[in-house]
């Protein structure tokens, strides 16, 4: 049984640039969640996918976009990176029928991203 | 404004020892509190989860104690071993909102042999 795998799992760019990080979720899982953690900090909640659509979205600029695929996969994009855009993003999955306080989040090891 | 702040920011033990990590909430009103461990570069892993009923629960050598009158957990961690270095981040969920969890920013335990 697979768990969250992201890809890829390192990354450099350049301020400007654009970027697109990927995920697909557990087994199982219908939803979607991403979170950028910097360094030395805890998670940060981006936004949430389910059902192919942004449910949720933590604050953050418009440049952080993403799409979920019919497959549950997900993609997370990044336009016109900064140099605070550098950090870890994690994607986390879980399953809407368990939607609520007790929901689990099943955690991937994460994009590090660095913006030069 | 949900919160949780946790204490100390840093730790460094000796093998074998035990530690004490400290977490402090505001997130009202108060559903269940994880705690999870993140070793560097990874996605963090839940150790244990404890609602408002639960005062005590344990995952092996790790502890974990919630006062929900006062707000306060702790993570206990008995005879420490070097792959305990990691960091250690505190979860609270609320009952009602937008059900996305609130995480703090980590306690960082480094174990030396």
């Known amino acids: 049984d697979a768990g969250v795998t992201q890809s890829p799992t390192h990354l450099i760019k350049t301020r400007g640039q654009q970027v697109t990080l990927r995920c697909s979720p557990k087994?199982?899982?219908?939803?979607v969640s991403w979170y950028q953690q910097a360094l030395g900090q805890g998670p940060q909640f981006i936004f949430q996918?389910?059902?192919?659509?942004?449910?949720q979205r933590g604050n953050f600029p418009d440049r952080f976009s993403g799409h979920q695929f019919p497959n549950y996969s997900s993609e997370l994009n990044v336009n016109a990176l900064l140099l605070g855009d550098s950090a870890l993003y994690l994607c986390a999955s879980s399953l809407n029928r368990d939607r609520g306080p007790n929901e689990k989040l099943f955690f991937g090891s994460g994009t590090q991203l660095s913006v030069l | 404004k949900n919160q949780v702040e946790q204490s100390p920011q840093s730790l460094i033990i000796l093998e074998g020892k035990n530690c004490t990590l400290q977490c402090n909430y505001t997130v009202s009103p108060f559903s269940n509190l994880r705690w999870y461990k993140q070793d560097t570069g990874r996605g963090p892993v839940s150790l244990t989860i404890?609602?408002?009923?639960?005062n005590t629960k344990s995952n092996g050598r790790y502890t974990a104690t919630l006062d929900a009158d006062t707000k306060q957990s702790s993570l206990h961690i008995t005879a420490s071993q070097l792959s305990d270095s990691a960091s250690y981040i505190c979860v609270v969920s609320a009952l009602e909102g937008s059900y996305i969890p609130t995480f703090g920013r980590g306690t960082s335990l480094i174990v030396h042999p």
């Open positions: 996918y389910y059902e192919e659509e942004e449910r």
């Open positions: 404890m609602t408002f009923s639960e």
């Open positions: 087994s199982g899982h219908d939803t």
